[in-house]
């Protein structure tokens, strides 16, 4: 699992929360959408997505590397809905002849909106994981149950964003900050259960010494971290890496494995 994707996708949708109307539902990587426009055919609905997308590592580091994240956002649209918009401004969409695609242009300007603007603290830390927008694909299609018809679309992000916490090294102030988020956050869907878990990936397992979190950082084999004197110990024993040589000394390297 990438808590970079996580976050990312927390962030995302709790900064949509704020920023579109309350006519929208806006939710986290469900697993029928269809079934939640079946439940409410006269909403609007918003549902983000997250996978990691082609993350080039650097040798034997899983935390380095070059990471991206795709953020996969569903938009679906009843028929017809009225919302008010902005100082005092009010839509009202009636798709039942034509017009879909104008509505969900409306939309996905809106989603777009809020992702760049960074209106909340929530944005912020949106715009803090992610370095750049490499990449945005938008494709329209048409949604039909029993109860509903609803034109959709699908807004595909593909972002650069932070490498992957190494465990145990330097916290970052943005995930200082998003775990003060995730606590404070009092939705019905709270993710503040979740903080602890957070934490403690991004603290050092039990028993791992600070020449180790390095070596894990840099994807380093334990014999070699031992030959460049980085310290931790020799696989297979209890030996301790050995420290610089001096001038005219042998520096024994351990065999690799």
């Not at 996905?108 to 694909?137: I, S, T």
Request: proline share 7%.
């Amino acid at each position: 699992m990438s808590l970079v994707a996580f976050a990312v996708r927390i962030a995302a949708v709790r900064a949509l929360r704020a920023a579109l109307p309350p006519a929208f539902a806006i939710v986290d990587s469900p697993i029928d959408p269809i079934g939640l426009l079946d439940q409410n055919p006269a909403a609007g609905l918003v549902a983000l997505f997250t996978g990691v997308g082609d993350n080039r590592l650097d040798g034997e580091a899983f935390f380095a590397g070059d990471p991206t994240v795709s953020l996969s956002v569903q938009m679906f649209l009843p028929q017809a809905m009225a919302f008010a918009w902005g100082d005092g401004l009010s839509l009202a969409l009636d798709l039942r002849g034509q017009g879909a695609d104008t509505a969900l242009d409306v939309v996905e300007r809106m989603v777009e909106r809020a992702l760049a603007v960074q209106a909340d603290a929530w944005g912020a830390l949106f715009a803090r994981l992610v370095v750049r927008v490499r990449g945005l694909v938008s494709a329209s299609y048409l949604v039909e149950t029993a109860k509903v018809k609803a034109p959709a679309r699908e807004l595909t992000l593909t972002l650069e964003t932070l490498q992957e916490p190494t465990p145990g090294a330097p916290r970052a102030d943005v995930w200082t900050d998003f775990l003060a988020a995730m606590r404070a956050d009092e939705a019905s869907d709270s993710v503040a259960p979740l903080a602890g878990w957070i934490e403690a990936e991004l603290a050092a397992p039990l028993g791992l010494s600070p020449a180790e979190v390095d070596r894990v950082f840099l994807g380093l084999r334990a014999y070699a971290a031992a030959a460049i004197g980085l310290g931790g110990a020799v696989p297979g024993g209890t030996e301790t890496a050995p420290g610089p040589a001096d001038a005219g000394d042998t520096l024994d390297v351990p065999a690799a494995p």
